[in-house]
């Protein structure tokens, strides 16, 4: 059975940075795309990123140009760079890949 484990997670200041890690595991890694969801307190969760196999990245409006996604196949880990982080970005972060989701990891952005 495909399973996902987060990390990275933790309370981190507005405009600070924090790097997730996803590791994949009973999955030929390589050849699917994973993304990354978030889920705020009180709301639905929603998309963040996802990284192709082929690299290809997208990203929602709202973290455009302040994160990026990445992935070392070698590792069977996907990375999301979270830089300039703001209070609204706080939520717990899951990766998914092939109908899989991860557990989870808490990102609270709080002075």
């Known amino acids: 059975q495909v399973q996902l484990v987060e990390s990275g997670g933790g309370l981190v200041q507005p405009g600070g940075s924090l790097r997730l890690s996803c590791v994949a595991s009973?999955?030929?890694?390589?050849?699917?795309?994973v993304a990354w969801h978030r889920q705020a307190p009180g709301k639905e969760r929603e998309w963040v990123a996802s990284?192709?196999?082929?690299?290809?990245?997208t990203f929602t409006d709202s973290v455009k140009g302040r994160f990026t996604i990445s992935r070392d196949n070698a590792k069977n880990t996907v990375y999301l760079e979270m830089n300039s982080l703001k209070p609204e970005d706080t939520a717990v972060y899951y990766c998914?890949?092939?109908?899989?989701w991860g557990q989870g990891t808490l990102v609270t952005v709080s002075s």
């Open positions: 990284i192709t196999s082929g690299r290809t990245t």
């Open positions: 009973r999955m030929t890694f390589n050849l699917y795309t």
């Open positions: 998914y890949a092939v109908g899989v």
